[in-house]
């Protein structure tokens, strides 16, 4: 029997001292998720949602003091609980899930803006959030958190593929991620990767700029979007890759040559960006697979600043802001698991019907 949302949270260390009666940890990260999956993000919220629903709770989580947790527990716990064991948490719990096979995975970071006193000080430490994102499923595979002064996005990503165990999927990076160790990383893992390519690896980008001037492409695609206002063309080009290439790049099949152009705000634009890849250059899913590298940004990243106020979070005392987002992406995981595509269309539809949301939950 697979285990429930709960028997992770069982394995998250209590900070309180162990004394008098009270309620458990797990019963409170409960109760502040069952809140967010109510469309509420603030302290003030959570405990008016508490209090509209304090009978149900404390009989449905057999509340050890027939009392529910009070604004100042509820804020306590968020400052003090330890981040990197409720993330444990949260990666045990999704590596038990169902993936979807083949599933494209991105790989990407968001600084959380309530651990930054001033955000145009590009210089001073933060905290950021490391994702990787089932393009499919829509849903959080795994996080990992780094400050910006102590640790790099390129190490972190590196430390999660060496963590997970998952194959055959194809992982896509933007080009800070165009390195040869996280390449080895997801080939030794038994995946395959499609990651841009800039000027941060000249020589790579050379070889493939000449490859794909010289050579005629294996595979054209031409994907037309209309959307948000904009006309776009996307031309997808797939090339066997250059011969020269530097064999510490592992297991490159095909090298990529994508053409944007179109319109925006009136005027016309082009631009050309470059790829490589370990899928062979005859795949089908290569253009769909570029194109939705950029839903992490669409349906995590926005969805937790827009739905969750993840941004303009108030919360900034010692480990709550980096809980709560933890938590938010745990939610959104939960929904999406459960079919829903709009995080808040499903909250609409759960919000404070209790016995609804425990469902999802065990």
Known sequence: MSKSIIDYLKEVPDPREAKGSRDDLWQILLIIIM????GHTTYRELERFVERHRRTLIKLLALKQGTAP???TLRRMMIDVDYAALNNAFNSWMQEQPM???AAIAGDGKSLRNTVSNADNNKQNFISMVSLFSQQQGVVVATAIMENKKESEICVIQQLLSQLNLENHVFTMDALHCQKKTVEAIVESNNDYIIKVKKNQPKLQEAIRVQTEKETPIQVKVEDDSSKGRK????VEVFVPPV???SRWKNVQSV?????SGERDG??????????????PKSEPIAKVIRGHWQVENRLHWVKDVIFDEDKSPQRAGNAPINLSIIKTWVLSVFRLHGFESIKGAIDQFSHKIPAMWSLLI
Do not use: H
């Open 100 to 102: 979807a096979g083949g």
């Open 70 to 72: 009070s604004y100042s």
């Open 256 to 260: 990529i040559r994508v053409t944007r």
């Open 35 to 38: 809140g967010i999956m109510s």
């Open 232 to 235: 776009v063309q996307r031309l």
């Open 267 to 280: 005027k016309p634009y082009s631009t050309l960006s470059y790829y490589f890849s370990s899928l062979p």
């Open 244 to 246: 020269n290439i530097d």
